[in-house]
């Protein structure tokens, strides 16, 4: 039996159901598993109960999560350079819940750290206390945003050398860790999975009938934060007049974002759908001509792949691993010219001339959960074998 403890500050709770939801699934697979015992430390960063963090005072401090069991340790986040203490506040937090772990019988054999800021410098931390090998993947933003921070990326860096082993998304990702001193010869490329029997093709024309849609779909999905740009992607439909857009996601730009599309006199075409249950994304992934994609930065994004797996060609920002991803016409198109009229252009090109649905499909096979899951035990069991013959 291998005893995991999964370390990470994004993972869903009762307030943010699709918080780090592809944690959470990658995390799922791995429990289920017969030979792992698995539990999870999510720490929670908040300030005063205000606002935004008022709601999240409601999660509880331990519980299940869809049959995880689920520790969620509170850390203080301080205004303006409080980000630096984040790694040792999150350590305490973490410090804390494993004591009460270990005193309840479960003793981790290896903690699977599942994002580099602020959690890569704490789960190290707690790895060395408790005599515990320790996995930290990359993912994107964590590597990309707080990799320009010079002392964010001292310790992400010091926590990749102390690291037993490391994880990333994309060639791409692992790339981008080299290059800010992480040692490529502990970096294992660890792809995303999906769940392809779900993501796929269906009749796209019934699909869009019971959106209420006629005409072509785009479709764009992801938090409403300022990198994930969908001020160009509605400035884009915009360009298309017979187009209709549909955002996916919850954040802090959708007031902004509701007043471009009040001024540029689009609410009858361009929807804010909310936060959508990613049990519905299938459907709405399957009804879209086209997935539009303009974040600024990405790891390898697991909205592409779901895509073009339900036979959605995708139109995106040629960020992170987008190129590992859309690797053929088919796919869909890269854009490195971040411009509204750049990004209309090759959506009306793959609106006039649509590639099969299972031609798309046939992109996205070699992301499966198996694979991932197998890959993920693999490493993991490495970190622990390896630690117990430097013992």
Not at 106 to 116: A, L, S, T
Request: aromatic content about 6%.
């Amino acid at each position: 039996m291998l005893n995991v403890l999964t370390f990470s500050s994004l993972y869903p709770n009762l307030v943010q159901p699709n918080f780090g939801g592809f944690v959470e699934r990658q995390t799922a697979r791995l429990a289920a598993r017969d030979d792992v015992d698995l539990k999870v430390i999510a720490p929670i960063g908040t300030f005063l109960p205000i606002g935004p963090y008022a709601a999240l005072s409601r999660v509880p401090a331990r519980g299940e999560h869809n049959g995880i069991a689920v520790s969620w340790p509170r850390f203080p986040l301080l205004p303006a350079v409080g980000w630096r203490f984040n790694p040792a506040f999150a350590y305490r937090a973490g410090r804390r819940v494993l004591l009460d772990l270990i005193a309840e019988g479960f003793r981790p054999d290896v903690i699977d750290c599942e994002f580099f800021w602020p959690d890569g410098p704490a789960a190290v931390r707690l790895g060395s206390a408790f005599g515990i090998p320790v996995s930290i993947k990359a993912r994107g933003s964590d590597i990309r945003l707080w990799g320009a921070k010079p002392a964010a990326c001292r310790m992400m860096v010091e926590a990749a050398n102390a690291a037993n082993g490391l994880l990333a998304v994309s060639e791409s990702l692992k790339a981008d860790m080299i290059a800010l001193g992480m040692p490529g010869e502990k970096i294992r490329v660890h792809r995303t999975g999906i769940e392809l029997d779900r993501f796929r093709p269906g009749d796209r024309a019934a699909a869009k009938a019971r959106l209420g849609v006629s005409g072509p779909l785009l479709l764009a999905v992801g938090n409403l934060v300022a990198l994930k740009r969908f001020d160009l992607a509605i400035a884009a439909a915009a360009l298309i007049p017979d187009a209709t857009l549909l955002i996916a996601g919850e954040g802090r730009e959708r007031r902004k974002l509701e007043a471009q599309i009040a001024e540029r006199g689009l609410a009858a075409r361009v929807h804010l759908l909310g936060a959508v249950h990613h049990g519905e994304m299938p459907a709405l992934m399957a009804a879209a001509d086209v997935f539009v994609h303009t974040s600024s930065s990405e790891g390898l994004a697991n909205v592409w792949v779901e895509a073009l797996a339900s036979g959605t060609p995708v139109v995106t920002a040629n960020v992170g691993a987008a190129a590992e991803v859309v690797d053929r016409p088919e796919a869909g198109t890269l854009i490195d010219d971040a411009r509204p009229a750049v990004f209309a252009e090759a959506i009306r090109a793959v609106l006039a001339a649509p590639p099969a649905t299972e031609t798309v499909r046939a992109s996205a096979l070699r992301f499966d959960w198996k694979t991932n899951t197998d890959t993920l035990h693999t490493h993991l069991s490495g970190l622990v074998s390896g630690a117990e013959t430097e013992q």
